[in-house]
C-alpha cells in the first residue's frame, strides 16, 4: 500500500474516495465452506464442474415408457404394457427398458436408458402386473435431460459478484462445497473523549453516551465485515496511541470518529500526524467535512478518522469506509450506487460543498419518494435512525424544487447493490 498524497485545500468527495481507493487493496483471497460464503464475492470465475440435472431423471412419479409404445393412447383405446420393475429416487443401479414395457418410476429418479417419456400416474391404471395408459404423453415429457439447465463447464458466476442466498443453493446443487472469496474485513472501531461513557452507565456531569462506536460497528457488519469494538479512549495521546498499538494486532482497518477537528484537544490528529503516514483534510461535502486517511503499523494498516458528530461519522462511513470495504473484498464494483428518487418537498443547498441530505424513502406508482427528515445539524441522530436515504446535490446546486428528481443512496442495502 502506498500513502496517499498530501493536500491542504479541500478536494471534492469523489476525488477523496478515489484516493482511498488507489491505497486500499483486495484481502488475500482463499477456498471457504459455502455458507461461510454468504454475502461476499467470489475471487475468481465460477464454472460448473457437473451438469444440472447431473442424470436424466423423473419430473413425475409414473412410468417410464419408450414413446413409441404408448404414441397412439387414448381414453377409448388404452394401451396396455407389462410392468418389470420400480426405480426410485437415489436407487444407483441403472436399468435398461426392454420395448413394450413400462418401468414404475418416482420423482428424480433416474429414467432408465431406452425411456423416452414418463407417463404421470393420473393417466393409467393397473391391472395386475401391467399398467393400462388411456393418454399419450409428448415424446420426452416429464423427463428432465442431463445438462438441460445448466452444461458441465457453463460460466455461473463472474469474479466480484457476490455469493446470495439463491448463488449458495446453486453451487450446492453442483456440488460446489467451497468457494474461493476474500475474508471478511476485520476492522476495529475507536472512539476519543472524556466525555464518552458506555451504554447503561450513569452518567455524570457533562457526559455523554459513546453511540459513534456502535453506529459505526453496526455499519461495519452491515457491510459484510467483522467489528471490533473498542471501549472509548480519553483524550490522552499516549493513551490512544497504546490502544491503537494493541488493536492494529487484530484490524484489517482501523475506523476512529472525533479528535480530527481544530481544537486544542483533537487527540487523534495529534497522535497520527507524527507518524507521517495520515493525511488530514477537508473534503468539500456538508455533512463530514473534516476527514483523514492513511496508513499505520508495521503491516500498513488502512485508517479512517471519521468527524464525531454522529451524522458525519455516518455519512462519511457510507461514502468512504462502506468502498472500501468493498474493495478489501473484492466486489466487481465499488463505488456508492445512486438511484434516481422525486423530493416530496423543495430544499436548499450551500454552494461550493456536496449536500448528503437524510431522507425517507417511500414506493408510490413505481416511483421512489424521498422526504427529506431531520434538521441540518450534524448531531441529530434521531433524524438519521428515520431515514433509510442520502440524497446527494452536487457542489454546484443551491436549491431543488418540489417533485424534482435527485440522485440517491439507499441505506441499509446489500454492498454494491
Known amino acids: 500500500m502506498s500513502s496517499p498524497p498530501r ?25 471457504r465452506p459455502l455458507l461461510d460464503a454468504l454475502g461476499l464475492p467470489v475471487a475468481e470465475d465460477v464454472h460448473a464442474d457437473v451438469p444440472l440435472p447431473v442424470f436424466d431423471n ?22 396396455h404394457l407389462p410392468v418389470v420393475g420400480e426405480i426410485a429416487a437415489g436407487q444407483t443401479t441403472i ?23 414418463v407417463v404421470p400416474f393420473e393417466w393409467t391404471t393397473e391391472e395386475g402386473r401391467q399398467v393400462v395408459v388411456s393418454q399419450a404423453p409428448e415424446e420426452g ?20 459478484e457476490v455469493v446470495g442466498t439463491r448463488q ?13 472469496t476474500a475474508p471478511r474485513p476485520r476492522v476495529v472501531v475507536m472512539s476519543t473523549g472524556l466525555e464518552l461513557v458506555e451504554p447503561g452507565k450513569p452518567l455524570q456531569g457533562a457526559q455523554i453516551y459513546d453511540s459513534n462506536s456502535y453506529l459505526l460497528a453496526a455499519a461495519v457488519r452491515a457491510h459484510g465485515g467483522i467489528a471490533y469494538r473498542a471501549t472509548a479512549t480519553t483524550d490522552d495521546p499516549d493513551q490512544f496511541a497504546d490502544a491503537l498499538a494493541d488493536q492494529l494486532l487484530r484490524a484489517d482497518m482501523v475506523v476512529t470518529s472525533g479528535g480530527v477537528s481544530k481544537g486544542t484537544h483533537d487527540v487523534v490528529k495529534e497522535v497520527l500526524r507524527e507518524l507521517g503516514t495520515v493525511e488530514f483534510l477537508e473534503v468539500a461535502m456538508q455533512p463530514g467535512k473534516p476527514q483523514g486517511f492513511g496508513v499505520v503499523g508495521e503491516d500498513r494498516t488502512p485508517i479512517f478518522t471519521l ?6 461519522a455516518y455519512v462519511s462511513f457510507e461514502s ?18 445512486l438511484r434516481a428518487g422525486v423530493l ?68 441499509d442495502r446489500v454492498a454494491g447493490s
Do not use: C, W
Not at 414404475?104 to 432408465?112: D, F, K, Q, S
Not at 468527524?307 to 458525519?312: K, Q
Open 7 to 31: 493536500e491542504t485545500r479541500p478536494i471534492p468527495p469523489e476525488d477523496y474516495l478515489r484516493r482511498v481507493l488507489e491505497v486500499v487493496t483486495p484481502l488475500e483471497a482463499a477456498e
Open 58 to 79: 423423473s419430473s413425475m412419479d409414473g412410468y417410464a415408457v419408450a414413446f413409441r409404445d404408448v404414441a397412439e393412447a387414448t381414453a377409448e383405446r388404452p394401451v
Open 95 to 117: 436399468h435398461t427398458l426392454t420395448p413394450g414395457t413400462a418401468v414404475r418410476i418416482m420423482t428424480g429418479a433416474p429414467v432408465p436408458t431406452g425411456a423416452t417419456a
Open 141 to 160: 415429457q416429464h423427463v428432465r435431460r442431463s445438462g438441460e439447465e445448466v452444461a458441465r463447464g457453463d460460466l455461473l458466476m463472474r469474479r466480484g
Open 168 to 180: 449458495v443453493g446453486l453451487l450446492a446443487a453442483l456440488g460446489r462445497g467451497r468457494v474461493a
Open 307 to 312: 468527524p464525531g458528530n454522529p451524522v458525519s
Open 320 to 337: 468512504f469506509v462502506a468502498p472500501a470495504l468493498r474493495r478489501m473484498t473484492g466486489h466487481a464494483r465499488v463505488e456508492p450506487v
Open 344 to 411: 416530496t418537498e423543495a430544499v436548499r443547498s450551500m454552494r461550493g460543498k456536496t449536500q448528503l441530505l437524510r431522507a425517507r424513502v417511500e414506493h408510490s406508482g413505481g416511483r421512489l419518494l424521498l422526504t427529506p427528515v431531520g434538521g441540518p445539524g450534524s448531531h441529530l441522530i434521531a433524524g438519521l435512525a428515520q431515514a433509510d436515504a442520502l440524497v446527494v446535490l452536487d457542489a454546484d446546486v443551491t436549491a431543488v424544487s418540489q417533485g424534482d428528481v435527485v440522485p440517491a443512496l439507499l441505506l
